[in-house]
């Protein structure tokens, strides 16, 4: 039998942990996924066009491409990350002025 005092201690909790499931937007780019074309292992021997590129969708789209990566994960300035190694996943590193300053796998 269940506790009624369990669960409505319970409901106020798990909506301040849905809140903390929330992101937080980038600025003007999103991360983003790519169809199931791409999906291999992230490689960046051809990424150094990109850098001082504007950081945009459509550049986003095109390392994708490049990189044969599954996952986009942009690097807004002064921002923090997790340590968690993807091998499916490239990380766009851009400063303030919008401009792509590092791309790396991971």
């Known amino acids: ?23 937080q937007s980038g600025g003007p780019i999103e991360d983003r996924e790519a169809g199931v074309a791409n999906g291999g292992e992230c490689t960046t021997e051809s990424t150094q066009r990109f ?4 950081a945009s969708s459509e550049t986003g789209a095109a390392i994708l491409t490049a990189t044969k990566s599954r996952t986009l994960r942009w690097g807004p300035p002064d921002s923090m990350f997790t340590m968690d190694y993807r091998p499916d996943r490239v990380t766009v590193m851009y400063d303030a002025q919008l401009r792509i300053t590092e791309i790396r796998c991971g």
């Open 1 to 23: 039998m269940r506790n009624p005092s369990l669960l409505g201690a319970a409901a106020p909790l798990a909506l301040a942990l849905a809140g903390c499931a929330a992101t």
């Open 51 to 54: 850098i001082g590129q504007t």
